[in-house]
């Protein structure tokens, strides 16, 4: 069964909102894990609206399951997962002003650089997972950099589940097929939420990772609305 890394991106945006410390990032994520969670993903972008450089550093000291560390290896994020050693690094391709990620790497055009990043960290005993779309070539590209896993960028399966299920997942089964064949390990993330993971998750029976923010902490939201209003309304209650 594929394990659940909970991204906590959205905490901190909610978070820095107000400039202080609500909700606590840091709570969050040994609350999450108290529920569950099998691991901690966080996307410290350059700008740092959400996650700050320093909420990984203060992660690692706590998270006591799996930190995955995504973004961009830019010099200044290369730097802080060499000071941080999560467990695991994963490589996207973001533009600095992208509102979030959009492509997975081309495996091929970068194959040098990312062959380079890829053994920098795996000197340091650190997975390394690329960031990938569910398209054959970019897995064999991965395969040629000699890196741990890929993820699979799901964004593209989420905007036409509901359209067509079978054919929204038909290319990430390819594209899953061969990492196995590869020998390449399978995460899967972006979208992904409670409507559409389980039928991902049950064609993609070599998934060993989804890493999960936007759609959980939204739903997270949802269902515990009720609860706190009516919290509320019985302190205003004489
Ligand atoms: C790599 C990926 O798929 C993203 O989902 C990302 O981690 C989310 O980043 P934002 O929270 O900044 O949109
Ligand atoms: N790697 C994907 C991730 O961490 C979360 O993406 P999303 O659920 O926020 O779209």
Same mark, same amino acid.
């Given at each position: 069964m594929a394990i659940l890394s909970v991204n906590i991106n959205k905490i901190a945006t909610l978070r820095n909102s107000r400039g202080g410390n609500v909700p606590d990032l840091l709570k969050v994520a040994v609350d999450l894990e108290s529920f569950g969670a099998q691991g901690i993903t966080i996307h410290p972008r350059p +700008? #740092? $609206?959400? %996650? @700050?450089y320093q909420d990984a550093r203060d992660l690692k000291r706590i998270v006591t399951t799996e930190l995955n560390i995504e973004g961009n290896p830019i010099d200044s994020f290369i730097k802080l997962v060499d000071e941080v050693k999560p467990a695991q690094v994963t490589l996207v391709p973001d533009a600095p002003d992208a509102i979030t990620s959009n492509a997975g790497w081309d495996t091929i055009k970068h194959r040098d650089f990312l062959t380079e990043i890829v053994s920098h960290f795996r000197n340091q005993g650190i997975r390394t997972s690329i960031f990938v779309d569910s398209v054959i070539e970019m897995v064999e590209g991965a395969k040629e950099t000699g890196v +741990? $896993? %890929? #993820?699979l960028y799901t964004e593209d399966y989420a905007s036409h589940?509901? @359209?067509d299920k079978e054919a929204a997942i038909a290319p990430y089964i390819k594209a899953a097929k061969k990492a196995t064949e590869l020998g390449i390990g399978i995460n899967a993330g972006h979208d992904l939420s409670l409507e559409n993971l389980k039928f991902f998750a049950q064609q993609l029976p070599d998934l060993l990772e989804v890493s999960i923010g936007h759609a959980l902490i939204s739903e997270s939201l949802y &269902?515990? &609305?009720e609860n706190v209003v009516n919290m509320y309304k019985a302190r205003l209650s004489s």
């Open positions: +700008d #740092e $609206r959400h %996650i @700050k +741990d $896993r %890929i #993820e589940y509901n @359209k &269902l515990g &609305l």
